[in-house]
């Protein structure tokens, strides 16, 4: 039963090019989640989907990123215009059912991140 | 915003002692969990915790959900040189989003 998938592993990208990153959720999972990693810091939030769906994106910087969650196909997030800053570890984690919330004994399961690099 | 509270930052230990870290907040949090991450991998699950009070053990690993759900410790026993790596503790808040501590980072003298 493969884990979460993410690619690529690695992404060198210069100041103003794109940058998509890829997630695959585990099987039967449904819910993704996007977060970032600075150097030396924890994971911060940047957003929730579901299929077709973006339900939080209170973590997202409001210019330049993205993300999608399409009927068929991984996850996308997608950073405009990357700058220096952009350069960070980004996990995806997905669920089966939302995680969180008194009772709730789901829990969200991490892939092996992406990790920008802008020159 | 919410933050969780992970201390200590670093920890230097020799192969064979007892480590123990926790993670305070201000907030209520629903569900505590505790992750390992290794260098250049995603954090892995190690002990989620449930309810207020709750004490769970995984192997020599033993986590406690504080009886307020603002805080919860890590207890690691014997630890081995494969210990090392990042420890973060991360909860639900009540809005349903994960929160991460800093991290404590181990590592683990033979």
């Known amino acids: 039963n493969a884990g979460v998938m993410q690619n690529p592993r690695h992404l060198v990208r210069r100041r103003g090019q794109e940058a998509r990153l890829r997630c695959s959720p585990m099987?039967?999972?449904?819910?993704v989640y996007w977060y970032r990693q600075l150097p030396e810091e924890g994971l911060k939030f940047m957003v929730y989907l579901q299929k077709e769906n973006i339900i939080d994106e209170s973590g997202m910087p409001k210019e330049r990123f993205s993300a999608e969650f399409p009927k068929e196909g991984p996850s996308i997030l997608r950073i405009q215009q990357v700058v220096r800053g952009d350069s960070a570890a980004y996990f995806c984690a997905s669920s089966p059912v939302p995680a969180g919330g008194i009772g709730n004994t789901d829990t969200q399961y991490f892939g092996p991140g992406t990790r920008l690099t802008v020159l | 915003g919410q933050q969780l509270n992970q201390s200590p930052q670093s920890m230097f230990i020799q192969e064979g002692e007892d480590v123990s870290m926790n993670c305070t907040s201000s907030?209520?949090?629903?569900?505590w969990l505790w992750y390992k991450q290794d260098p250049g991998e995603g954090p892995v699950l190690l002990i989620a915790?449930?309810?207020?009070?709750e004490l769970t053990s995984n192997g020599r690993l033993t986590a406690q959900f504080g009886i307020t759900r603002k805080d919860s410790f890590l207890n690691i026993s014997a630890s081995i040189p494969s210990d090392v790596g990042i420890y973060f503790c991360?909860?639900?808040?009540?809005?349903?989003?994960?929160?991460f501590g800093q991290g404590t980072e181990l590592s683990v003298k033979p």
């Open positions: 099987k039967g999972h449904s819910h």
């Open positions: 907030s209520i949090f629903n569900t």
């Open positions: 991360a909860g639900f808040n009540q809005g349903g989003k994960l929160i």
């Open positions: 915790l449930y309810k207020a009070g």
